[in-house]
């Protein structure tokens, strides 16, 4: 017959010490705690690297880039409220000069 084993006070506090113990750096099975999966991210990277291939995060956008689209979108339009939203943005950039220029073209 099969015996049942039944666990004294002493061996349930045993595991509960152990689960304790072991923290939560011991994940259930196929689950990965956050830091190594950011790891291995980190890892496949280089490798894309030094392979000659590209990292998986895009280079950053030239700003002054941006901001040239930026007025050619208002330029574009041609309204009031879109040279105005443009030098709100980039009041301090010399493509603000021109539109300030073409704002003064605009019929009132």
Known sequence: MNKI???????TSLIGVLAVLAGPDHLPFGEQPVMVGKAKAD?????CVKAGRA???PVARDP?????EEYEAARRKGTREAF????ARHGDDPLA???RAELKRLPR
Request: glycine content about 4%; hydrophobic content about 50%.
């Open 84 to 87: 105005d939203l443009f030098i």
């Open 5 to 11: 084993m039944k666990l004294g006070p002493f061996a």
């Open 97 to 99: 000069e021109q539109a």
């Open 43 to 47: 890892d496949s990277a280089k490798k």
């Open 55 to 57: 990292p998986s995060m």
């Open 64 to 68: 002054s880039a941006a901001v040239a």
